[in-house]
């Protein structure tokens, strides 16, 4: 078999098996976590157990697309460096993921009708963005898959990372966006409970930890120098 379509078929697979993942594990999370913050039912352990996997299995997905799409082969040795890196990387993606959907799941608790305004437009500025800066997303297979990596990136950090702009520029938006979401929710919502203040502190804490985790890893991958560097290739 041709190298050249192994290789391809090596890169595509984890993209295919993540974009299933996220479509149908962050979705899934988002409502769970709607509908326990808006009936306030009791969650039960299968329900906890149910959410967790559903958040593991998109980390897995979320994990195994950047070893093989962001991660050079001659540096997936196994190492001290490497190990390292793996595990900055899944701690990332947890709270990434975990502090998104929080975010997302409290929003739409308080602000119903507007809950595809936040992730609409974050995937628009980075669709957007993409295409003009990026050649190959400007042919007619690149015009069809960029909507749909963005649409990844709306909740976790991959696809951007191929450029230093789009990186800086989805990690900023995230950051925003979550902030702005958990705040409206805490403004807006009726009533109290006692996970308002923790829920609000974890978020901005959880956002801005995140934030740093991703900056920290792309330093370790060489794709950005410390502390800064040019926004733009």
């Not at 709270?95 to 119903?112: Q, Y």
């Not at 898959?145 to 991959?158: C, G, H, N, R, Y």
């Not at 900023?172 to 929710?185: A, D, F, K, Q, Y």
Request: neutral net charge; proline residues 3%; glycine residues 6%.
């Amino acid at each position: 078999m041709d190298v050249e379509l192994i290789e391809r078929v090596e890169k595509g697979l984890p993209v295919a098996h993540l974009v299933e993942a996220m479509l149908e594990s962050i979705p899934q999370l988002c409502l769970q976590l709607y509908i326990v913050i808006s009936t306030g039912e009791q969650v039960s352990v299968l329900k906890v157990i149910t959410m967790v996997a559903s958040l593991l299995a998109a980390v897995k997905a979320v994990v195994t697309a950047w070893y093989f799409n962001s991660i050079n082969k001659a540096d997936r040795a196994f190492s001290c460096g490497f190990v390292t890196r793996l595990i900055l990387l899944t701690l990332w993606k947890v709270v990434e993921l975990s502090t998104r959907v929080l975010a997302v799941g409290l929003f739409a608790s308080a602000f119903k009708p507007w809950i595809a305004l936040p992730i609409g437009v974050h995937w628009l500025i980075m669709t957007v963005t993409l295409i003009c800066i990026d050649e190959n997303c400007r042919t007619c297979p690149g015009m069809m898959f960029a909507p749909l990596f963005m649409a990844v990136d709306t909740f976790s950090t991959i696809f951007s990372t191929s450029h230093k702009l789009t990186f800086w520029l989805n990690t900023v938006l995230t950051l925003l966006g979550n902030i702005t979401m958990v705040t409206v929710w805490y403004t807006l919502k009726t009533g109290q409970d006692w996970y308002d203040v923790p829920a609000l502190v974890g978020e901005v804490v959880g956002s801005v930890v995140s934030a740093g985790l991703g900056l920290i890893e792309m330093v370790f991958l060489g794709k950005i120098e410390f502390p800064f560097s040019s926004c733009c290739k």
